[in-house]
């Protein structure tokens, strides 16, 4: 007598290998992920598990987005991970945003032209990607602004969309401004943030 198979509950989401190998996914089926599925980007066609950021990286980003929405603007909205459609199957998830503040308060993929600045905070896992892949796709998709936070210590890197071209044609970001002490910027907004503020 043979016993039963016992049923298991599926394994959690993950994208199917065989579109991962085509390159296929596009942004709208980002929009369809099911509830349980991780924090993902898209980058060409492929889907990738965002990483687990550390307690560190979190309370640097949210120490900036509290500094951000009581600081900026009202025409300035500051997010959290909200997921920026670069272009027809590249969606990436800035640490922290200000987007502006008339887009609707129920999306939840924005295009380039909602964006104003976008910041990454670099991670031992995201370093090659926070400090070279993402500042060139949001420079091509026309993000005015990004700023990259280092670890350990705290320290602020502030790029404008310039007016240099890159070698895909594209403009490319300069630095603006940089320190582990005080930031002192006129755009996006008048902005004068020491990095205490922002450091755990």
């Known amino acids: 007598?043979?016993?039963?198979?016992?049923?298991?509950?599926?394994?959690?989401?993950?994208?199917?290998?065989?579109?991962?190998?085509?390159?296929d996914y596009t942004l709208e089926d980002l929009l369809h992920l099911p509830d349980d599925a991780p924090r993902v980007e898209l980058v060409d066609g492929?889907?990738?598990?965002?990483?687990?950021p550390t307690l560190g990286h979190q309370d640097i980003s949210s120490l900036l987005w509290l500094w951000l929405r009581s600081h900026a603007p009202a025409r300035l909205h500051a997010a959290q991970a909200v997921g920026v459609a670069l272009n027809a199957n590249t969606s990436r998830q800035p640490d922290v945003l200000l987007c502006r503040a008339q887009v609707s308060p129920?999306?939840?993929?924005?295009?380039?032209?909602?964006v104003v600045l976008a910041v990454e905070v670099v991670s031992p896992g995201t370093r090659r990607i926070d400090r070279f892949a993402k500042p060139g796709e949001y420079a091509a998709a026309g993000i005015p602004f990004y700023w990259r936070i280092e670890q350990d210590p705290v320290h602020l890197y502030a790029y404008r969309r310039g007016d240099r071209i890159g070698p895909g044609g594209e403009r490319q970001y300069e630095l603006i401004a940089e320190s582990a002490e005080l930031i002192e910027l006129s755009e996006?907004?008048?902005i004068k943030l020491s990095i205490g503020e922002i450091t755990p």
């Open 1 to 23: 007598m043979s016993a039963e198979p016992i049923a298991t509950p599926p394994g959690p989401w993950c994208p199917d290998p065989i579109r991962q190998q085509r390159a």
């Open 46 to 52: 492929v889907i990738q598990v965002a990483p687990s």
């Open 106 to 114: 129920d999306r939840s993929l924005l295009t380039p032209a909602d």
């Open 188 to 190: 996006p907004f008048e």
